[in-house]
């Protein structure tokens, strides 16, 4: 059981380059959410979905798009990265909305 | 928007003191939830109060929670090195999590 994992890690991208991150769960969690965290920061909501196809803005949508094409993977995806995107960005998961999360490692994305 | 507001924003403190920060919000709410994040990682579940609730235990941590007063504090006893982290508050939205900016606490050696 891995709970949330998130590919890649780490990644470089030049401004205007375009790239996907994938979360993916197996917990059968219904719900799945993307955030950013910059330095210092608090989380916050980029996009998020209640199920399986099915996809909601968040707080900072601009500049991001995401599918949910199987219950198990959320994908994010930057199609013209700025540097503005340069952030950590985490992946969660819950079986119950607005109770307990359970998040990925973590993708860190500099943007040049 | 962010509902809760954690306090202070840093904490640092000797190890073996105990540590209290506190989250205040702003509307009714059916649970409020904390969470720890270490450096650079994932945010870990630590509790969950609800409403109902007035105070909770997990090991050396205690929750409070007072509806009236729109608050919760997080009561880390016995500090240790490995508590060095990010706390957060989270209480409920719509279909959502909404997220306090943190308090970050260190523990002095």
């Known amino acids: 059981n891995a709970g949330v994992t998130q590919t890649p890690k780490f990644r470089v991208l030049k401004t205007g380059q375009s790239m996907t991150l994938l979360c993916a769960q197996d917990?059968?969690?219904?719900?799945m959410y993307w955030y950013r965290q910059d330095p210092g920061m608090g989380l916050r909501l980029i996009h998020y979905?209640?199920?399986?196809?099915?996809?909601a803005k968040g707080e900072v949508p601009d500049g991001y798009n995401v599918s949910r094409l199987k219950k198990q993977n959320f994908l994010l995806g930057l199609e013209s990265a700025a540097p503005s995107q340069t952030s950590v960005y985490f992946c969660?998961?819950?079986?119950?909305?607005?109770?307990?999360?359970?998040f990925g490692p973590g993708t860190r994305l500099l943007v040049l | 928007s962010q509902q809760g507001e954690e306090d202070p924003q840093a904490l640092s403190i000797q190890e073996g003191e105990n540590a209290t920060m506190n989250c205040s919000y702003k509307t009714s709410i059916n649970n409020l939830q904390w969470y720890r994040q270490n450096s650079g990682r994932g945010l870990v579940h630590l509790i969950l109060i609800r409403s109902n609730e007035r105070e909770k235990h997990s090991g050396r941590l205690r929750v409070t929670l007072d509806t009236s007063k729109k608050s919760s504090s997080l009561l880390i006893t016995a500090s240790r090195a490995a508590d060095t982290a990010s706390y957060f508050c989270?209480?409920?939205?719509?279909?959502?999590?909404?997220w306090g900016a943190g308090t970050k606490l260190i523990i002095k050696p």
């Open positions: 989270a209480t409920e939205g719509n279909y959502q999590l909404i």
């Open positions: 979905s209640v199920g399986e196809g099915t996809t």
């Open positions: 917990m059968n969690h219904e719900y």
């Open positions: 969660a998961s819950t079986g119950t909305a607005q109770e307990t999360q359970y």
